[in-house]
């Protein structure tokens, strides 16, 4: 038995939320999960934990980069690196960089 053509618009109107709606759900279940990397290189206290914590959180980091950006240079990477630093607000780590910047030129 054929489907009116008020039948088929009635269709295509549901399943345009329920669409919708299944994606948001898919999306927030198994979407991005929050940066639990985002700890400034000073958020570390000077024990040899927390340095081998730091590095382990560093190379995670880098990886995640590597996989997002296939083709990114170091250059790419310490760009990305340097909006983490302002993204995160690490202040400390942005005052080195300029101290460095500064004693380079």
Not at 31 to 37: E, H, I, R, T
Not at 41 to 66: I, V
Not at 96 to 105: F, V
Request: charged letters at 25%; one cysteine or more; glycine letters at 2%.
């Amino acid at each position: 038995m054929p489907l009116s053509k008020y039948m088929k618009k009635k269709i295509i109107y549901i399943s345009i939320p329920v669409i919708f709606i299944a994606l948001a759900v898919l999306y927030f279940y198994y979407g991005p999960a929050p940066n639990k990397l985002s700890k400034c290189p000073d958020d570390y206290a000077d024990t040899d934990a927390e340095f081998n914590e730091k590095m382990a959180d560093m190379n995670k980091w880098t990886n995640a980069f590597y996989d997002n950006h296939p083709g990114a240079t170091l250059s790419d990477w310490n760009k990305a690196r340097y909006q983490f630093w302002i993204d995160n607000k690490c202040t400390e780590a942005l005052k080195r960089y300029e101290e460095a910047k500064a004693l380079s030129n």
